[in-house]
């Protein structure tokens, strides 16, 4: 992770890294800007020669001598309607250079924000729970939609235009200094003010959008959490101390939105006093020349004419510095995200498994979510396949930890986890947790359909197959009654499904992956004891074959457990006693 924040020419090389795939793509984008050049040297050509040419008496460009003949030229109607003729086709070449731009650069751009989020959504699922508990999930969806657009408004949107404009800014100076060197000088002195001034605000800029940003989403965590837990609003009647708490977060981020404006509406006003002053400059040079004879009128129009399209993209650059800095804290974030290290990280070459034989011995574990207070401390047991084991204890001494320690959602501070006989950090990820069927006290479930959900654990799973492990689970009967039956689609977090069927399809979910071990942690914990039922009968067929470990606050769930881990609180950590209930079994008790 950075340290003191990225500098803005590291921000910009990286943006650069990740947008490599796409550099032709961009190139082809660049290209299509820097037509802008040839066709703004166009423009201002036939007011030119309107001037010089039609009205005064100056002999004709050179191109028109070429691409007309005389008489059309000794004819004032004739050279008028060519003239405009020419003026209408720059005019469609410009449009259609801009649209051209414009719609290329939307596909790319649009395309490096889907490839810069799926990345920052890949590596933010790889992060360890750790993360996930501490940081919360809003922040981390702020970034992957809001942050990552930064790559497509600085490669696209910033770095395009930029370099298109400093390659306009040449041609044109080039062109006026050939006109009249004197008022080339006074455009050149006023570029290197504005890009000083573009630097000064830009760098009190990204610092105030980090801040707006970080307040925008502090204010979309109260909406996060308000809407997920909108039966608990409702049921206190705390709608409107919800709405306060939302209103005051915003409120202050709309404060620190003011203050942005604030600076660039003092830069801009900045800027607009330069040029407006460099061109009052201009002209009053260029109309001295003009009387002294040394510059025709026509050519003063010309000068002032492209000054005008010289100080546009100066103009533009420094119009969108807000913007430019908006996008680089926002890159600044997203990358903070891709540069987070998980806690837990797979080995080089880690060791594969297809299916191991539910053997799982703790060594001399201590782990703790903060490192300066342990959870679980010097826990040493072992377990036989096929061994069903009950987790009992108060809430909050270490239960489910013991579980993350199993799936390693966390690594143990001190000591080894093993899977038959090999540490879990010697395994391959994807492979241990394989491993695994998982059914919680809170089902989870996505808002798809219940075939979907089911199948989530083998998505290669057949209808045949889904409906087998629903009816293992007692879920059949009631899906089949239900008008789409398998196609039901449960709404989110499965709501329009009971406690005890999201349960129920949380266990066939079980069946299906059939995997060696189980781990259930509370699963009739919040149904009724006519569901409960239900639920242990499946779990039982469940179990059978299976090494379980198994967290219940009602004993009575664990009388079928061949082992008891009970918990209880010590003063350096969890007391863990093992307590064997099979025939021939010894009792004994370990320390942790």
Aim: charged letters at 20%; one cysteine or more; proline letters at 4%.
């Amino acid at each position: 992770m950075s340290k003191g924040g990225y500098g803005a020419f590291r921000l910009y090389r990286r943006l650069l890294r990740e947008a490599r795939p796409y550099w032709p793509h961009i190139g082809g984008v660049s290209l299509v800007n820097l037509l802008a050049t040839p066709i703004a040297l166009l423009s201002p050509v036939p007011l030119k020669v309107a001037v010089d040419s039609i009205i005064g008496s100056a002999p004709f460009p050179t191109f028109y001598q070429i691409l007309f003949p005389v008489s059309v030229l000794q004819s004032t109607i004739a050279a008028l309607i060519v003239t405009a003729i020419l003026m209408v086709a720059v005019g469609f070449l410009e449009q259609l250079q801009s649209y051209g731009g414009w719609l290329l650069g939307s596909y790319v751009g649009e395309r490096l924000v889907l490839e810069f989020r799926a990345k920052l959504f890949r590596h933010l699922q790889r992060l360890s729970l750790a993360y996930h508990d501490r940081q919360g999930t809003t922040d981390s969806m702020y970034r992957i939609q809001y942050d990552a657009p930064a790559i497509q408004s600085i490669a696209v949107g910033g770095i395009v235009p930029f370099v298109s404009a400093m390659l306009t800014l040449s041609a044109m100076l080039y062109v006026v200094a050939r006109l009249d060197w004197q008022l080339a000088v006074v455009a050149f002195v006023t570029m290197p003010v504005l890009f000083w001034m573009t630097h000064l605000s830009a760098s009190r800029l990204k610092g105030s959008w980090k801040e707006v940003k970080r307040l925008e989403s502090s204010a979309m965590s109260v909406l996060q959490e308000v809407l997920g837990s909108i039966r608990v609003v409702t049921g206190f009647a705390r709608e409107d101390h919800e709405q306060r708490r939302f209103v005051d977060k915003s409120s202050l981020r709309l404060t620190h939105m003011m203050r942005v404006l604030m600076l660039q509406l003092k830069f801009d006003a900045s800027i607009a006093l330069l040029i407006s002053t460099a061109t009052a400059v201009t002209l009053g040079l260029g109309i001295l020349h003009v009387k002294s004879g040394t510059l025709t009128l026509g050519n003063l129009l010309l000068v002032i004419a492209y000054l005008g399209q010289l100080y546009g993209p100066m103009r533009n650059i420094s119009k969108n510095t807000n913007q430019l800095q908006s996008a680089l804290a926002g890159a600044e974030r997203a990358f903070t995200l891709l540069d987070r290290v998980p806690d837990v990280t797979e080995k080089p070459g880690a060791q594969r498994i297809a299916q191991n034989r539910g053997s799982i011995e703790f060594r001399k574990v201590t782990f703790g979510y903060d490192t300066n207070t342990p959870v679980v401390r010097d826990a040493s047991f072992t377990i036989e396949p096929g061994t069903r084991v009950g987790i009992v204890g108060p809430t909050g001494v270490g239960k489910t930890t013991l579980l993350n320690l199993l799936t390693r959602f966390y690594d143990p501070t001190v000591g080894q986890v093993l899977l038959d006989g090999v540490d879990l950090r010697d395994l391959n990820l994807t492979d241990l947790r394989n491993q695994f069927a998982i059914v919680l006290q809170d089902p989870v479930l996505f808002s798809t359909s219940i075939a979907d959900n089911i199948a989530y654990a083998r998505p290669d799973a057949s209808q045949e197959d889904i409906e087998r492990a629903a009816r293992a689970a007692n879920a059949h009967e009631f899906i089949s009654s239900l008008a789409e039956g398998y196609a039901t689609v449960v709404g989110e977090r499965g709501m329009r499904l009971s406690g005890g069927e999201r349960q129920r399809i949380s266990v066939a979910r079980a069946f299906l992956k059939d995997a060696p071990i189980l781990l259930l942690d509370e699963p009739t914990s919040s149904v009724d004891m006519k569901t409960e039922s239900a639920i242990m009968e499946a779990l039982d067929r469940l179990m059978s074959g299976r090494t379980t470990f198994m967290i219940a606050h009602r004993l009575s769930t664990l009388t079928d457990c061949d082992v008891w881990l009970e918990l209880s609180r010590g003063l350096g950590g969890a007391t863990l006693s093992v307590e064997h209930h099979l025939p021939g079994h010894e009792s004994k008790v370990a320390q942790a």
